[in-house]
């Protein structure tokens, strides 16, 4: 699987584990930074994660910073992205499997790496179940113009 990562300052250091790990499971990872713990602003990083999904350039974003939430927030500002929090393994398979989330975001503060690695297997790993969810999915698209084009891997 093609992946983008991106993190913020608070979070340099996971995302640098984080992929070394992915890249162990065999994903191609393009990682967009930051590099350095100089202070960046993570919705600069989150916008052109989630950017290069929609364009196709990728199959999924993981994102990082101190609590995941400010990078979900400014993921789902961008048209087509179903970004998540996620804690634990069974949130990333139900965001998987019954929202069809394409961006994971993990809180660098809150969890420690094995947590997230483990989540981030799952997230990975699960498919959308479709049926029932399709529709609701739909919805959600409609509400940011982007119904026909963000259901990859139906």
């Known amino acids: 699987m ?3 990562t991106a993190a913020d300052h608070a979070a340099v250091g996971m995302k640098d584990e984080l992929v070394l790990y992915l890249k162990s499971l065999g994903h191609q990872v393009e990682d967009i930074g930051p ?7 993570y919705p600069d990083f989150a916008m052109r994660a989630c950017r290069l999904l929609v364009q196709g350039e990728c ?7 101190g609590s995941g939430i400010g990078m979900a927030m400014s993921a789902n500002k961008v048209p087509g ?6 804690h634990n393994s069974w949130e990333a398979e139900m965001s ?7 961006v994971a975001c993990f809180g660098a503060r809150s969890m420690g790496i094995e947590l997230v690695t483990s989540s981030v ?15 609701r999915v739909a919805k ?13 891997g139906e």
Do not use: Q
């Open 121 to 135: 297997k799952v997230f990975l790993e699960t498919e959308f179940e479709g049926g029932r969810h399709t529709g």
């Open 59 to 65: 199959d999924r974003v993981v994102l990082v910073c």
């Open 96 to 102: 998987r499997r019954h929202n069809n989330a394409n």
């Open 81 to 86: 992205c179903r970004a998540v929090v996620i």
């Open 35 to 41: 590099f350095t713990k100089d202070r960046v602003d």
């Open 140 to 152: 959600m698209s409609k509400l940011d113009g982007s119904a026909a084009t963000d259901m990859p």
């Open 2 to 4: 093609k992946l983008v």
